[in-house]
DNA sequence: GCCAGATAGTTTCACATGCAACTATTTTGC
DNA sequence: GCAAAATAGTTGCATGTGAAACTATCTGGC
């Protein structure tokens, strides 16, 4: 009889992981900022880029529900801390950026949550960290995950 | 200025890909038995352990909410894959097991489990394949999410 | 033996999220 | 140039989940 142990079930120890990562990493923008993950993901998002961009965009690329994008839009537009411009060029679009306030927020942040980053890999060797990188990097590959802007066009061309 | 690439840092690819693979793995019990994670969760660990488990155990060794873990018994008790007895030493608590339906589902789902996690897998080879678990061993214990039912009682006494 | 606190399990509540429908706009095909 | 399809974004709805309150039972201190 087949039997499967929970425990070294790759899929429920991803997901455990994850949660729990994600938990310890949100305690830390949701307590002091009132900020959720969908609202980090479009900070993040809009801190990262040079350019300000769309609700859509952010969607794709944090593999983000557009609703839940959308819902922490308002949120964080309600709280300053980014501001949209119409987009004359099309007109159904809005492009996002940090205010002056959400880019001081979002300079606080990123050191102390690279710095949870680095604690939790701390655990692991210089090599150990590349190689699993290295792997997720190539499991992500294979099942289609790693979207950017240009590979999420070419995909709707399809 | 610090900057931060969501698409390099860890808790976010490691929520991205949990949840790729739980959608991906899901589908293989949701569609066909309908049966949702959390019960998916209930059965996998009564039928891996040989004895009758508590709901309470359950939940420990699974790291779901013990309201969640109610919820997947009431339901799988409902479709009779899984029964309850009373416990005669403690009678707040019920020893959960799997019924001969549950059994036989259990025996059908788990091949096929097996098979996708491991077509999942594919991309690595045998050796990162190893590695990739012994990471995940290592951060998961530095983040003390290695639960067993003796570790349980354990911090349950401090 | 009894009472306070702990524990197993259930249920209520609040809330976050995905889906689908919707509006407004743009693009495509003819 | 116009109708049909596609797209950006919003919102209503249904659902799943965690926190907390609750019931029933057990345990430990005295």
Redesign the interface.
């Known amino acids: 009889?087949?039997?499967?142990?929970?425990?070294?079930?790759?899929?429920?120890?991803?997901?455990?992981?994850?949660?729990?990562?994600?938990t310890?990493?949100s305690s830390e923008y949701i307590e002091q900022y009132g900020i959720d993950v969908p609202q980090w993901?479009v900070l993040?998002?809009l801190?990262?880029r040079e350019e300000p961009c769309s609700a859509q965009f952010i969607s794709q690329?944090?593999?983000t529900h557009k609703s839940t994008i959308s819902r922490a839009v308002t949120e964080l537009l309600k709280n300053k801390l980014i501001e949209r411009v119409a987009n004359a060029d099309d007109r159904r679009e809005f492009r996002l950026q940090l205010t002056a306030k959400g880019t001081r927020l979002y300079?606080e942040l990123?050191?102390r949550?690279?710095r949870r980053?680095q604690d939790?890999?701390?655990?692991?060797s210089v090599q150990?960290r590349k190689?699993?990188?290295t792997?997720?990097g190539?499991?992500?590959?294979?099942?289609d995950?790693?979207q950017t802007s240009q590979q999420a066009k070419a995909k709707a061309a399809y």
């Open positions: 009889m087949a039997r499967l142990d929970l425990l070294k079930f790759m899929p429920f120890r991803l997901s455990r992981l994850a949660a729990e990562v994600s310890a990493l993901r993040a998002t801190g990262f690329c944090t593999r300079e990123i050191p949550l690279l980053e939790m890999l701390s655990c692991l150990e190689d699993f990188a792997t997720l190539k499991i992500e590959a294979s099942l995950l790693v």
